[in-house]
């Protein structure tokens, strides 16, 4: 069971260059989710879905876009790459949030390293 | 705007000490509260918390949640070299959840 997946592990970007950090889960969760963590500054939401074909803006969207088009897969696109854009990504994936708790309890990808130079 | 923050946003103790860590929250839709424990890699789950005044526990960790006053709290009791980590907090509002800053602590030998 491998849980969440993610690649590339490590990435180092050029200002300008495009390219898609790949997440895709064996669980069969309808919630997938995309944060970026900054040293000191905790997790930002950056897209989030609810299912196959349904994306929607978290905290910090802008500079990427996202889609899913599998229950599966959840892939995120950087377009044009800036230094600010320096980070950790973690994909993450829980399961139906429904009833009366609503919980997500998330479980994590390990994480992929981008550095835009 | 939802907010999640978190106090001290780091700590060093020595083994043996308590530490209480906290997290306050003003959100729309609150439906849970969860604490995450971080060491150099993926966050991984310690505490869901939904009802206010009910304890829960694991091992040295205990946590409980003040829906009224809008604030958790994670104690951790006689603390070891091996608690040492970044405590995230965070708040599941329905489809989402988001993060507290985090709290860093160091336990000295």
Same mark, same amino acid.
């Given at each position: 069971?491998?849980?969440?997946?993610?690649? $590339?592990?490590?990435?180092?970007l050029?200002?300008?260059?495009?390219?898609?950090?790949?997440?895709?889960?064996?669980?069969?969760?309808?919630?997938?989710y995309w944060?970026?963590?900054?040293?000191?500054?905790g997790?930002?939401?950056?897209?989030y879905?609810v299912?196959?074909?349904?994306?929607?803006?978290?905290?910090? $969207?802008?500079?990427?876009?996202?889609?899913?088009?599998?229950?599966?897969?959840?892939?995120?696109?950087?377009?044009?790459?800036?230094?600010?854009q320096?980070?950790?990504?973690f994909?993450?994936?829980?399961?139906?949030?429904?009833?009366?708790?609503?919980?997500?309890v998330?479980?994590?990808g390990a994480?992929?390293?981008?550095?835009v130079l | 705007?939802?907010?999640?923050?978190?106090?001290?946003?780091?700590l060093?103790?020595?083994? @043996?000490?308590?530490?209480?860590?906290?997290?306050?929250?003003e959100?729309?839709n609150?439906?849970?509260?969860?604490?995450?424990?971080?060491?150099?890699?993926?966050?991984?789950?310690?505490?869901?918390l939904t009802?206010? @005044?009910?304890?829960?526990?694991?091992g040295?960790?205990s946590?409980i949640?003040d829906?009224?006053?809008?604030?958790?709290?994670?104690?951790?009791t006689?603390t070891?070299?091996?608690?040492s980590?970044i405590?995230?907090c965070?708040?599941?509002l @329905? @489809?989402?959840?988001?993060?507290g800053?985090?709290?860093e602590?160091?336990?000295?030998?």
């Open positions: 069971n491998a849980g969440v997946t993610q690649t $590339p592990k490590f990435r180092i050029k200002i300008g260059q495009s390219m898609t950090l790949q997440c895709a889960q064996d669980m069969n969760h309808n919630y997938m944060y970026r963590q900054d040293p000191g500054m997790l930002k939401l950056i897209y879905s299912g196959a074909g349904i994306t929607d803006k978290g905290e910090v $969207p802008n500079g990427y876009n996202v889609s899913r088009s599998t229950t599966e897969d959840f892939p995120l696109r950087l377009e044009l790459a800036a230094p600010s320096t980070s950790v990504y994909c993450a994936s829980s399961e139906l949030a429904g009833g009366p708790l609503g919980a997500n998330l479980t994590f994480g992929s390293r981008l550095t | 705007e939802d907010k999640v923050v978190q106090s001290p946003l780091s060093v103790v020595h083994e @043996g000490d308590t530490v209480t860590l906290n997290c306050s929250y959100v729309t609150f439906r849970s509260l969860l604490w995450y424990k971080q060491e150099k890699k993926a966050p991984t789950f310690l505490f869901m009802s206010s @005044g009910i304890e829960k526990k694991s040295r960790l946590s949640l829906k009224k006053e809008l604030f958790s709290i994670l104690n951790i006689a070891q070299t091996g608690d980590a405590y995230l965070a708040v599941g @329905g @489809g989402k959840l988001i993060f800053q985090g709290t602590l160091s336990v000295k030998p």
